[in-house]
């Protein structure tokens, strides 16, 4: 038997989340977002699409495409910094990196799926779509292993409270009015919830009192006082000699890191 495998991507998905930061670890829809699967066309899928409009959520079956390799254990960015066994998780590291997700169906629009709230980057190869069927499809008492007790932890409060500098709070506000951008909500969620060094989590040391944490193209300082964290500064994620070499394609906010660092250089 031939061990390889062909598969096709159906469509592609339209988020505008250029990097993983700004995806949740599972969709959440208390904020409300729509994306776009636009299929690919003579394909005959507008016609696989009949009878789909009827329900309110479906599966997508797609693929990890930034990720080249796997390991056998790996470290969950929730919880406490354990290692777990790979099939224990749903790390995007894995042998065959392929994800699947169920997504709220809001409308369709000839060959474009019209979605709610996903955890799919830009441009994420989609290769299949399956309704959700509640009564197949749901077991809400069906026990979730070590999840569970992080669930759990994370019920309870959050145990710090985030607070944002004065230069922060202009480096934040110049952001969001010169360029859009806003990855306070999510910087706030994790912080609040453990800013201790971890690896996925993307937050290190700096030194003897400062903590930087990874923001996608973006980074922010901070210090932890008790159970007080204050983000000091936000910086950008890449150095000039990266953002100024055009042959490096795609780098995410690349002018504005550009804009940025010519007001507040810290390289």
Known sequence: MDPSLTLHPIGFIRTGKEVKFQTPHQPSEKNPEQNVLELLPDRGYETALQDLAGFSRIWLLWWFHRNQTWRPLVLPPRGPARRRGLFATRSPHRPNPLGMTPVPLLRIEGRKLILGACDLVEGTPVFDIKPYIPAYDAFPEAAAGWTDQVEAELSLPAAFTVHLATLAQLQAQWLLDQWQIDFRPRLFELLARDPTPHRTRRIRRRGDTLFVIGCGAWRAVFTVTG??????????????RFLNNLQLEALPDRDAQLAFLRLWPHW
């Not at 159970?227 to 000039?240: C, F, I, R």
């Open 227 to 240: 159970p007080a964290v204050e983000v000091l500064s936000l910086e950008t994620g890449y150095p000039p």
